[in-house]
């Protein structure tokens, strides 16, 4: 349980906090990182990391994770005498359910960074619509006073509609597509078409009547203010904030979705090395498991160290090592795609250690019938966690000074198992 504790809080102070020194890159005026550029030095305000917004969901993850170690905390939380077996068993199922759930969230990225994309291309389309709608239409589509003008909307539903039959068929919109100039991506204008047909056109009728279309661009133009709520009055500089907004959104995606996308030549011998490397490691873990405990114990007796101690600050610096080696090498290329991933395998390494590893542990205890006594090892668990899942869960922009944050934990979480173990009598 030492050992838990100190490699899930070693990755997240010691092993983050390097990171973000080993990753640093010069601030721009808004903040934003400049790749490979590491011009101020130590600046704590003028250099630092970022990230993408995939690696923040990464660390709410992370956060969620921490669940099990509450649920079988209850009974000392509310002082029960009785239940501490169905905690253990409830907080096992938790465990394993965490686990298959964040297995089938691995799995089917991919499918949801393409459904991402999709929807990406599908706003930088229609960004580009509107764009060329109020550069080209007699009127602006919104007020000053960002109201739409259902009359201009109007207006270009009839320009659209070259025969005139009151409704926009495919070719014709297709045909206005054609006319719309996409320099920044290259654009395949019959996907684009069938997206935006399938966006207006609610009734399924292979066409989009006027309703429909006033209905669809009113949506697309409550979701540009939204995404340039601060860009001030809605002029014709609020659609360019729009497109280029969207631009850059799905930019970003087509990039991580081109670096995810690599092509695996030959995917069963690719699973079968996979499987084998993995029933490998777990033989290994077992066969080493039991005299590294006994090693432990006895370099504890001979030093009268306690042995958490041992397993909480030595053990993990070695169990962690290649893990440690591995992204202190990405974040050192200094770019936003390499520290995302570096910062992803931190949080997806401490994911694993409060789902799989735990699940393990609680397994052996129930089944053994075992006492669960590790209220201290749970409580800095969960706090470094939480602390740690909140500050990154909700920004991608970490300043230099944020490494410290992180080292602070790490002396913090020792004195207060200290504090709690021995002067409390927790243990």
């Not at 649920?71 to 394993?96: C, F, Y």
């Not at 006319?179 to 069938?194: C, H, K, R, S």
Request: proline share 2%; aromatic share 10%.
């Amino acid at each position: 349980m030492g050992l838990l504790a100190g490699s899930t809080i070693m990755l997240l102070t010691i092993l983050w906090g390097s990171c973000v020194i080993v990753g640093k890159c010069d601030l721009s005026e808004d903040s934003t990182t400049i790749d490979s550029q590491d011009t101020k030095a130590f600046s704590l305000f003028g250099s630092g990391v970022s990230t993408d917004l995939q690696t923040s969901y990464a660390a709410r993850i992370m956060a969620i994770s921490v669940l099990p170690f509450i649920v079988v905390q209850i009974p000392q939380i509310l002082k029960l005498q009785s239940g501490h077996r169905l905690t253990l068993l409830l907080g096992l199922i938790v465990a394993v359910l965490l686990l298959l759930t964040y297995c089938l969230y691995q799995i089917f990225q991919p499918w949801i960074q393409r459904r991402k994309l999709e929807y990406s291309r599908l706003k930088h389309v229609m960004s580009g619509l509107l764009k060329h709608a109020q550069m080209h239409t007699f009127g602006h589509l919104v007020d000053d006073d960002g109201t739409p003008n259902v009359s201009v909307i109007e207006k270009l539903f009839h320009k659209i509609d070259l025969d005139n039959d009151g409704k926009i068929g495919r070719g014709e919109l297709q045909a206005f597509i054609v006319g719309v100039n996409f320099e920044d991506i290259e654009l395949d204008t019959n996907l684009a078409t069938d997206q935006v047909m399938a966006d207006f056109d609610r009734s399924r009728n292979s066409s989009i009547e006027k309703g429909e279309f006033v209905d669809g661009v009113l949506r697309w133009l409550e979701e540009a203010k939204r995404v340039v709520a601060g860009s001030g009055a809605y002029s014709k500089k609020f659609m360019d904030d729009f497109h280029i907004t969207t631009g850059e959104e799905h930019n970003a995606l087509l990039d991580k979705h081109e670096d995810d996308g690599e092509s695996i030549e030959n995917p069963t011998w690719t699973c079968f090395k996979a499987i084998s490397l993995l029933l490998l490691g777990t033989a290994m873990a077992a066969a080493f498991a039991d005299p590294l405990v006994d090693a432990v114990h006895n370099f504890s007796s001979a030093t009268s160290i306690p042995s958490f101690f041992i397993s909480f600050i030595a053990m993990p610096l070695a169990t962690n090592s290649s893990e440690a080696v591995s992204a202190i090498i990405f974040a050192s290329r200094k770019k936003q795609r390499t520290l995302s991933l570096t910062f992803s395998e931190v949080y997806g390494g401490v994911t694993m250690n409060n789902t799989l590893c735990l699940a393990v542990f609680l397994a052996l205890v129930y089944v053994r019938g075992l006492t669960w006594d590790f209220s201290s090892e749970v409580l800095v668990i969960f706090l470094v966690c939480i602390i740690m899942g909140l500050f990154t869960s909700f920004r991608t922009k970490f300043p230099l000074w944020t490494c410290f944050v992180a080292f602070l934990l790490y002396p913090l979480s020792l004195i207060l198992v200290y504090i709690l173990d021995y002067k409390f009598g927790w243990s």
